[in-house]
């Protein structure tokens, strides 16, 4: 199975907003709602931000949402803070009854 | 508060088996609702899945590796273990467990990850 596909890197300014996307194909991403984004940052285990697309776990800033369109999955965070400097990952379920990654995104707060 | 803690060899040598066990407590790894699974990350490079199981034996794996891995839970000991056979420096990584609702990558608890080296 191909890993989803992610930019490598994004930025922005504190208090900005920034859009990271996730691309798979229709045996993916485009088609299920079980699309997940995970934030890891550097020598921590990934943590749960966003799943089932648009659904936010108990304790997670409503300044992180989701979204899709077709085979592309996005992850939005809103007012950006020097915290949210870290990797994002994406994740989705597949048709082979499997589990797919993206690549990962660094997030830079600049 | 559930807690999931990776343990096994940190070296391993190339072509032997690696073994890895996560021990479950603040929860039951028999919940029907629950998959545990394995996950690897190479130094510097992004998450693999590995494979979940379901604690009555249904198991699901990443094709890439479907060959080499096996994937074993143990209710007695409320635990799961990873076997990844004929490894190679590829498979350097940090492996961490984790719980997922159902099959799907609703992954809400992790372990801490253990790195496990392969060289000789």
């Known amino acids: 199975q191909s890993a989803l596909t992610q930019p490598a890197s994004v930025s922005g300014s504190p208090g900005q907003s920034i859009t990271i996307s996730c691309t798979g194909t229709?045996?993916?991403?485009?088609?299920?709602?079980?699309v997940s984004w995970y934030q890891q940052h550097p020598g921590k285990a990934p943590k749960l931000m966003i799943y089932?697309?648009?659904s936010r776990p108990s304790g997670v800033s409503n300044r992180f949402s989701g979204s899709k369109s077709g085979n592309t999955a996005s992850l939005t965070i809103s007012g950006l803070q020097a915290e949210d400097e870290a990797d994002y990952y994406c994740?989705?379920?597949?048709?082979?009854?499997?589990?797919?990654f993206g690549g990962g995104t660094k997030l830079t707060v600049l | 508060q559930l807690q999931l803690q990776e343990s096994g060899p940190g070296l391993v040598k190339p072509s032997e088996t690696l073994s890895l066990t996560c021990s479950v407590s603040?929860?039951?790894?028999?919940?029907?609702?629950?998959?545990w699974g394995w996950i690897r990350q190479p130094p510097g490079k992004g998450l693999e899945w590995i494979g979940s199981?379901?604690?009555?034996?249904?198991?699901y794996f990443n094709p890439s590796l479907k060959s080499r891995v096996t994937i074993s839970v143990d209710t007695s000991k409320n635990q799961l273990s990873l076997k990844l056979s004929s490894v190679t420096a590829a498979d350097t990584a940090v492996y961490y467990c984790?719980?997922?609702?159902?099959?799907?990558?609703?992954?809400?608890?992790w372990g801490q990850g253990t790195l496990v080296t392969v060289s000789s």
């Open positions: 984790a719980r997922s609702y159902y099959l799907q990558p609703k992954i809400d608890y």
């Open positions: 603040g929860g039951s790894v028999s919940s029907s609702s629950y998959y």
């Open positions: 199981i379901h604690y009555s034996g249904s198991t």
């Open positions: 229709s045996s993916d991403v485009g088609g299920y709602n079980y």
């Open positions: 089932d697309v648009t």
């Open positions: 994740s989705s379920f597949t048709s082979s009854s499997t589990l797919v």
